[in-house]
C-alpha cells in the first residue's frame, strides 16, 4: 500500500460519513447486551454533530431494531439518533415495498420483522399458519433456527417467494473475538436445498448504500464509508463509488489492509478514529 500521503491526496469530497458499529465504534459482548466504546469514537461522533457533518451508523446486525439498540448505545456516550442507525432489515423495510412484497415470512428474531411490520408488511414466522404462501423470505439474526424453519422457508421458496437475507458475512468482531454470522450459516442451507439467487439487504450490498446516501442526502460518490471489514464496507464502497476508511480496530490490521487487492482496499487506512478529520476532502466545519 502506498502512503497515507499519497492516498490522501486521491480522495474525492466526503459530504457524509457511513460509520460500521461493531469493530468500528464498539466491540459488543456476545449477547449483544453490553458494549465497549472504542477510542475516539466518542469524541469523534460528537465533533461531527457539532461540525455539522452529517453521519449514519450501518450495522449487519438484526437483532434488535433501531428503537430498541440506539438507545443502548446513547447510554454509553454515543450520539446516535434513532433515526441515523439502520440495520439490513431497515433496508429491507426500503426495498421490499418498491418490489412488491406484501407478505414475509421472517426467520429471525422479533426484532428481525419489526421494521417490515412497520411499514406495513404483514409478517409471519415459521409455525405459523400460512407462513409457505409469501411473497418473499427473509433471514436475519435467528441463534435457535432448525431444521423446520429451514423447510419452512424452503417450501415457501418452491411455491415462488423471493429469498431476501440480511448479512452474508460469515463473522463479525466482538470483545471476545469472532462471533459467527447465523444468517450467512441458515442462508447457505436454504439456497443449498432450493438453488435460489438472493437479494442482500445488509453490507456490502449497494442497496444498503443507497439507503445510507438517501438519508444522508447526498449522491454515493460522496459517502465516507468507515469500517473494519475489507469483505464488507469495503467491497461497498468500491462498488459504489464511494470513499472507504479502513479502521484497524475490528477485525483487519494494518498489515492486512496492505494485503488487501483493489476491490477490497479502503482509500485510507486509520491509524485511529481521530485521524478521519484530519483526511482531505472531509468537511469539517
Known amino acids: 500500500m502506498k502512503s497515507r500521503s499519497q492516498k490522501v491526496g486521491r480522495l474525492r469530497p466526503v459530504e457524509g460519513l457511513m460509520f460500521d458499529l461493531d469493530g468500528t465504534l464498539v466491540l459488543s459482548d456476545r449477547s449483544f447486551s453490553g458494549y ?68 414475509v415470512l421472517v426467520l429471525g428474531t422479533p426484532g428481525v420483522g419489526q421494521p417490515l411490520a412497520q411499514v406495513g408488511i404483514q409478517t409471519v414466522f415459521p409455525g405459523e399458519e400460512g ?23 424452503a417450501h415457501a421458496i418452491w411455491n415462488g417467494a423471493e429469498l431476501y437475507v440480511a448479512s452474508d458475512v460469515p463473522f463479525f468482531a466482538t470483545a471476545h473475538g469472532k462471533s459467527m454470522g447465523y444468517s450467512y450459516a441458515i442462508a447457505a442451507a436454504v439456497r443449498r436445498v432450493t438453488r435460489v439467487p438472493m437479494i442482500l439487504t445488509g453490507k456490502p450490498s449497494l442497496h444498503a448504500l443507497r439507503l445510507v446516501a438517501n438519508r444522508l ?69
Open 36 to 103: 465497549q466504546v472504542l477510542p475516539g469514537a466518542v469524541e469523534l461522533l460528537n465533533r461531527l454533530k457539532a461540525s455539522r457533518v452529517p453521519f449514519v451508523v450501518l450495522t449487519n446486525g438484526t437483532h434488535y431494531p433501531s428503537s430498541e439498540q440506539a438507545p443502548k448505545l446513547r447510554a454509553v456516550g454515543l450520539p446516535i439518533s434513532d433515526d441515523a442507525l439502520l440495520t439490513p432489515s431497515s433496508v429491507a423495510a426500503d426495498l421490499m415495498p418498491r418490489r412488491g412484497v406484501k407478505r
Open 217 to 285: 442526502g447526498i449522491p454515493m460518490s460522496r459517502v465516507g464509508v468507515v469500517g473494519d471489514d475489507p469483505l464488507v464496507e469495503m467491497i461497498m464502497a468500491r462498488r459504489g463509488g464511494a470513499v472507504g476508511f479502513g479502521v484497524t480496530t475490528g477485525i483487519t490490521k494494518a498489515r492486512d489492509w496492505a494485503k488487501q487487492p483493489l476491490g477490497r482496499k479502503p482509500h485510507y487506512v486509520l491509524g485511529g478514529l481521530g485521524e478521519l478529520l484530519k483526511a482531505p476532502g472531509i468537511r469539517n466545519q
Open 131 to 153: 407462513s409457505e404462501q409469501v411473497d418473499a423470505v427473509y433471514i436475519g439474526w435467528h441463534p435457535h433456527c432448525g431444521m423446520k424453519d429451514i423447510e419452512k422457508a
